[in-house]
């Protein structure tokens, strides 16, 4: 009928809009972040920038190496998918295979409501009794106030309901027939989880850590809080430590001058994140593609 028809259209309308609306947001912030990225490359070397191993923008003279910024991002990052994957995929593991449908009902919904809690609280939580209680009792005075260590371990515990999640989803669409037939070759539980379900859930999960990570590159509020705001050329965990994020915020909320160099580092910086990202999706949609089982 005439009427089912526009309204087929008006619902096919609204879904092209929402669609454009995400290209044209995506497309407008890669251009405001290139035009002033190109005029910060206009004063400082690409080579300086990418290779350099000194940051500090805003003193004198300047120094404008990212490399501090990039491997702090990736140390914390790296220190909260070594906390998050094993703990998101136990949790999957668990819920998909091994908990009663009732438990399953209680426990995710309680464990996708830890991405919900707003991330300042956590940074807190890592500031005032993570650092002082727990790392400092276990390692002693060599940590810290501010530190790397503790921002990536909470970082962790915020990207476990990520990983959890959607691991656990895609462990419960393998169709149960696969199950089934394990089981009738005389596999334990445990034999049918690790060889079966979760090779076959292999592409979900993949996505999971994936995303977690690029969550936790993107995380901001937690480090800066946490890890202090010191660009350090290094591994050591228990000093502070300052991630492209974190630099951004802090830089962004300054009294620096729109036009200066200064400010057109946070474009820079926005743009070498944005690139990293952009990178890390790839990877994932690469793997997704190449380990997607489909069943009929």
Do not use: C, H
Not at 91 to 112: C, D, F, G, N, T
Request: no cysteine; aromatic share 10%.
């Amino acid at each position: 009928p005439p009427r089912r028809r526009w309204g087929e259209d008006l619902i096919k309308a609204l879904l092209v809009l929402a669609a454009l609306i995400s290209v044209l947001t995506t497309t407008g912030i890669v251009l405001s972040l290139v035009q002033e990225t190109v005029v910060f490359f206009g004063e400082v070397g690409i080579g300086d920038y990418l290779f350099g191993t000194e940051w500090s923008p805003l003193f004198q003279p300047p120094s404008f190496g990212v490399l501090p910024l990039v491997a702090g991002t990736f140390l914390i990052s790296a220190v909260a998918m070594v906390v998050a994957v094993p703990l998101g995929l136990a949790a999957a593991i668990y819920l998909s295979e091994y908990a009663r449908p009732i438990v399953r009902k209680i426990i995710k919904p309680i464990l996708e409501l830890l991405a919900g809690v707003p991330t300042i609280v956590f940074g807190y939580f890592a500031l005032t009794f993570f650092t002082p209680e727990v790392l400092r009792g276990l390692f002693g005075n060599g940590i810290g106030i501010f530190n790397g260590l503790a921002a990536g371990i909470i970082i962790g515990f915020l990207v476990v309901p990520t990983v959890a999640s959607i691991s656990e989803d895609s462990m419960s669409a393998v169709p149960q027939s696969l199950r089934e037939g394990a089981y009738g070759l005389g596999g334990s539980k445990l034999q049918v989880t690790m060889r079966v379900v979760f090779p076959a859930a292999l592409s979900g999960i993949v996505a999971s850590v994936v995303l977690g990570f690029s969550r936790a590159v993107g995380e901001t509020m937690v480090v800066v809080i946490a890890a202090g705001l010191q660009p350090q050329w290094g591994a050591n965990l228990g000093k502070a430590m300052e991630t492209m994020t974190a630099f951004i915020a802090a830089t962004g909320k300054g009294d620096i001058a729109t036009g200066s160099i200064a400010y057109k580092t946070i474009f820079a910086v926005g743009t070498t994140l944005f690139v990293i990202t952009f990178i890390i999706n790839m990877i994932s949609i690469r793997f997704v593609r190449k380990y997607r089982q489909v069943y009929e």
